[in-house]
């Protein structure tokens, strides 16, 4: 019933060193439901009940949430093989705490929670590994919203900007890459507007510190994005 998902699935962390067979017994375990959403289309809505963690199949999706004046804030852009929902199903709440969006057209496969954390029948290995895998989860997930929260804490456009681009750098070892998020989804996650966020981009350009083109960017003065950074 899963098998053409096997290939993603093993790459998800939840599934992290599990062989084809095992993973198809857990799956016989859990019986996750399947969901198939146009671009666009609301996959998970703030304030409704939660259905269990989701993975996404295919396509990818935006996870984010809204102050009190309708500002959003993107909290996560989430590929094939990666997770969402994880820290709020396991909280005790039973209503989804942000909205996750279709970015494109995709399928989620959701796994309810209760059955993650409850062992299986025969008390199985590969279920053991699968609960060791959803601690190093949350717990990774816990550092990635504190160091969200470091980035609401940086006060000016240029740190905020330079931070951002220093990590990408880091993550992906060159001095040009492409940027994850689209500019609109990029302002949102800084908590800057995109009109601003376009201007300071194109005065860092215009100094020469970086160059870039659409979602290509290319830093041309390392030294001083770090100073910017500090």
Known sequence: MYEKWMGVLLKCPLFKGMQPDQLKSVLSCLKPKV????????VAVVGEKITGMGIV??????????NIAGNRTII??????????????????DLWPSTVMARSSCEVMFLPAEKIV???ESACASHRMMISNMLRIISNKA???HRKVEYLAIKSMRGKISTYLLEQYKR??????????KRNELADFLNVSRPSLSREMSRLMEEG?????????KIKDLDSLRRMAD
């Open 35 to 42: 969901g198939s959403y146009a671009r666009n289309e609301c």
């Open 57 to 66: 199949l295919s396509g990818d999706v935006v996870v984010s949430s809204e």
């Open 76 to 93: 996560a852009v989430d590929d094939p093989g990666e997770m969402f929902g994880e820290m709020a199903a396991f909280s005790g709440s």
């Open 118 to 120: 409850n062992s299986c």
């Open 143 to 145: 550092l990635a919203l």
């Open 172 to 181: 992906v070892g060159k001095t040009t890459f492409i940027l994850p998020l």
């Open 209 to 217: 510190i970086i160059d870039f083109h659409r979602a290509s960017i």
